[in-house]
Nanobody, 116 residues
Framework: VQLVESGGGLVQSGGSLRLSCRTS????????LGWYRQPPGKQREVVAT???????NYGDSVKGRFTISRDAAKNTLDLQMDSLKPEDTAVYYC???????????WGQGTQVTVSS
């Protein structure tokens, strides 16, 4: 399985970005999908997750600002990020778990930088 992320970049505080993670397989063949991030000098943390039936959950710091979704036609996992803050600056990673064998896969990461 290959995961290719896109959409990162530099944005001012209060702005928006949309991250996309394109999978090399049908998006519905994963039991767990999510976006994680690693701020500079800190550990990786969960941003948003989605189960195979579409139930989503969010980290406390992004609730009400970020939205996770999947696009069956494009086989992508997306993350809409609004009202961005400087503390959202991090490398963002896409993560999926194979529905049949439980194998985890990670994307290469995409940098998001929010300036104040």
């Amino acid at each position: 399985v290959q995961l290719v992320e896109s959409g990162g970049g530099l944005v001012q505080s209060g702005g928006s970005l949309r991250l996309s993670c394109r999978t090399s397989r049908n998006i519905f063949t994963f039991s767990h999908l999510g976006w994680y991030r690693q701020p500079p000098g800190k550990q990786r943390e969960v941003v948003a997750t989605m189960t195979e039936n579409g139930t989503s959950n969010y980290g406390d710091s992004v609730k009400g600002r970020f939205t996770i979704s999947r696009d069956a036609a494009k086989n992508t996992l997306d993350l809409q990020m609004d009202s961005l803050k400087p503390e959202d600056t991090a490398v963002y990673y896409c993560h999926v778990v194979d529905l049949f064998f439980g194998y985890p896969y990670w994307g290469q990461g995409t940098q998001v930088t929010v300036s104040s």
